[in-house]
C-alpha cells in the first residue's frame, strides 16, 4: 500500500461522526495487547507516536492509551484525533504532555513536521457505522499514513469493554484478529460475534471461515467444560490448544490465552477464504 503525506491543517477532515459513545477502562483490552505485541516495535521508533482516531465524546480511552503505552516507551506521545470539533474543544482542557487533541478524520493528522507518520493508529468502534464495501478502502488509507513497522488496530467492544474483537494491520494490510473477552461473563465464545469488525460481522454466516471458527471454538469450549471446574482461563486455554491442534493458524500462546485472547492469522477468517 503506497504511503501518503499529511494533509494541510486546511483540508476538510474524511470521514463522518461517530454516536460519541465512550466509558473509561473500555478499551483495556486492547490497550495492554498492543502494549504487549507492539512495544517492542515502539522501543525500536525514533518517533513514538500514535493515534486515537475518533476517540469519542469524552477523551478518557486517549488518556488511557498513553499511561498504558508509556509502560512499553516512556516518550510515546498519543494524538487524539475527531471529526466533531466540539469534542475536540471539550478534550482540550485534558492536554498534557505527551497527549494532544486535533480535529480530523480518516487523513489522520498530527502535529509537527510536514509528512510525519505515526507509529500505531487505533481506530476502535469507528467503522461500525460504515458499509461493509467501504471498509478496505479505509484501512488503506490509514495503512498508508503508518510510519515504517507501524501498526493499525481496528474493532469493536461492547459499552464496558467485556468483550473485544480487532484486525491488527500494518503498512501491508491486515496481519491478524484477537478475540477477547472477560472470561468469567462469557457464555460461549460465539458470544463474540456481536463484536466483530465491520469487515467480519456480516459474514458470520454458513460458508464463511469466521463463522467456522466461532463453530469450532464453541465446540471446544464445550468438549472443556471439565476444565471450568478449574477456572474459565483454564477452560479458555484448554479451547485454544484445542483449536490450534486442529489446524487453525493462532498466533499466540498460553501467556496471552490467559489474558482471555485468542489471536488468529488474518488469513485463516478473511471472507471467502477457506479457513483450517
Known sequence: MARSSSPPPSARPVGSATRGTTNPNRLRRMDRWIAATHGPQLRRTADPVAVDLG?????????????RLRTAHGDTQV????????????????ERDGLTFLHGGFEVPLPGAPGRSPALIRAANVLRQYDEAEVVAV???LCARLAPGGLLVEGTCDEIGRRHVWVALGPEGP????????????????????????????RNVPGEPVHAFLRDFDRAWAAAAPYGALSARQRWIRSART?????????????????????IRWDALAPGGTGA
Open 139 to 141: 484501512w488503506a488509507r
Open 243 to 263: 483449536l490450534h491442534a486442529a489446524g487453525w493458524p493462532l498466533t499466540d500462546g498460553p501467556h496471552r490465552w490467559r489474558q482471555g485472547e485468542v489471536t
Open 79 to 94: 494524538v487524539g484525533v475527531e471529526i466533531d470539533p466540539e469534542r475536540v474543544a471539550a478534550a482540550k482542557p485534558y
Open 55 to 67: 476517540y469519542g465524546a469524552a477523551p478518557w480511552t486517549a488518556v488511557e492509551l498513553l499511561d
Open 175 to 202: 496481519r491478524t484478529v484477537t478475540f477477547a473477552a472477560r472470561l468469567a461473563a462469557l457464555s460461549t465464545p460465539s458470544d463474540l460475534a456481536e463484536r466483530l469488525p465491520k469487515a467480519l460481522i456480516h
